[in-house]
């Protein structure tokens, strides 16, 4: 049964930066593609970042890049995201995606990710 638990969310004050994890298990992680996703209160989840199975693949949605880095260690089967400079409209539940891919561009749409984990908070206060 595959599981995907995220953690370290919080909140932190605007300028501030959080890690989140995502430790995977029920998979071999070196397989799957990785996301992260979220979604504020009263949108739609939204595409953040995803890496490739390898690691040398990597996206950004546009207003995260140059703050966000996604990295993921195979061996522990954890994938990250470092969110630096957080602003108020990062607040969201931050979610974690898995899916068995080959390509070296990773999915935006959340459609394209099979597994989900339940999300975790992050709230930027000004």
């Known amino acids: 049964q595959v599981q995907l638990v995220e953690s370290g969310g919080g909140g932190v004050q605007a300028g501030g930066a959080l890690r989140l994890a995502c430790a995977a298990s029920?998979?071999?992680?070196?397989?799957?593609?990785m996301g992260w996703f979220r979604q504020a209160a009263g949108k739609e989840r939204k595409f953040v970042a995803a890496?490739?199975?390898?690691?040398?693949?990597?996206a950004y949605e546009d207003s995260v890049k140059g703050r966000f880095t996604i990295s993921r260690d195979n061996a522990k089967k954890t994938v990250y995201l470092q969110m630096n400079r957080l602003e108020p409209e990062d607040t969201a539940v931050y979610y974690c995606?898995?899916?068995?891919?080959?390509?070296?561009?990773?999915?935006?749409?959340?459609?394209?990710?099979?597994?989900w984990g339940q999300g975790t908070q992050v709230t930027v206060s000004s």
């Open positions: 029920g998979l071999s992680l070196t397989l799957y593609t």
């Open positions: 995606a898995a899916v068995r891919d080959r390509t070296w561009s990773p999915p935006k749409r959340d459609d394209a990710y099979d597994y």
């Open positions: 890496i490739n199975r390898s690691g040398g693949g990597t």
